[in-house]
T-cell receptor, first 117, second 115 residues
Framework: AQKVTQAQTEISVVEKEDVTLDCVYE???????LFWYKQPPSGELVFLIRRNSFDEQNEISGRYSWNFQKSTSSFNFTITASQVVDSAVYFC??????????????FGKGTKLTVNP | KAGVTQTPRYLIKTRGQQVTLSCSPISGHRSVSWYQQTPGQGLQFLFE???????NKGNFPGRFSGRQFSNSRSEMNVSTLELGDSALYLCASSPAGTGQTGELFFGEGSRLTVL
């Protein structure tokens, strides 16, 4: 069965600090996708990144960076120079391979990030 | 481009009642998924519809059902409500065809409270 673990329930940092959100996953599939979503107080989940299982290159997008390591089944997310607007709940997710295609995601429990001014 | 629209945003029901939630996907998106979010269980997949057919279903009892219309709009229904059904119900749409992308676009959700 697919499983995503986000061990950090809550993290609190001061503005401009760097912060890393951890994500560990379990799957028997050889082909899968990993994601990060951000959920601000408004409720909607905002897509941040998708990474497929064959691409272990790290990715950087502005202040955001992601580190994918298949050897440790981890897909960690780092925010550099955090800002108050980064305060949200962040979810790591894994796609499950199903016959006929599907958009089903298995989510971790989320990490609530609070960035204090 | 309009985002995913969910109605109603908030609703209160009593145990035993039923509820219908509506989701209008982004124009052109053919896949609609539903998720339940609770503090205890987190985000859990309910079901996904593609071209009016249920393509996948999560581990929820038969009281939870859904459907998709020809214009891709979707509804989900929960019958015989229980206190534990109180949750934020999130709808997500995707432009995907038969492939798996998982780039879901979420609505703001319908917050259901069961008293």
């Amino acid at each position: 069965a697919q499983k995503v673990t986000q061990a950090q329930t809550e993290i609190s940092v001061v503005e401009k600090e760097d912060v890393t959100l951890d994500c560990v996953y379990e799957t028997r599939d050889t082909t899968y996708y990993l994601f990060w979503y951000k959920q601000p107080p408004s409720g909607e989940l905002v897509f941040l990144i998708r990474r497929n299982s064959f691409d272990e290159q790290n990715e950087i997008s502005g202040r955001y960076s992601w580190n994918f390591q298949k050897s440790t089944s981890s897909f960690n997310f780092t925010i550099t120079a955090s800002q108050v607007v980064d305060s949200a709940v962040y979810f790591c997710a894994l796609s499950e391979a199903t016959r006929g295609g599907s958009e089903k995601l298995v989510f971790g429990k989320g990490t609530k990030l609070t960035v204090n001014p | 481009k309009a985002g995913v629209t969910q109605t109603p945003r908030y609703l209160i029901k009593t145990r035993g009642q039923q509820v219908t939630l509506s989701c209008s996907p982004i124009s052109g998106h053919r896949s609609v998924s539903w998720y339940q979010q609770t503090p205890g269980q987190g985000l859990q997949f309910l079901f996904e519809y593609f071209s009016e057919t249920q393509r996948n279903k999560g581990n929820f009892p038969g009281r939870f059902s859904g459907r998709q219309f020809s214009n891709s709009r979707s509804e989900m229904n929960v019958s015989t409500l229980e206190l534990g059904d109180s949750a934020l119900y999130l709808c997500a749409s995707s432009p995907a065809g038969t492939g798996q992308t998982g780039e879901l676009f979420f609505g703001e959700g319908s917050r259901l409270t069961v008293l």
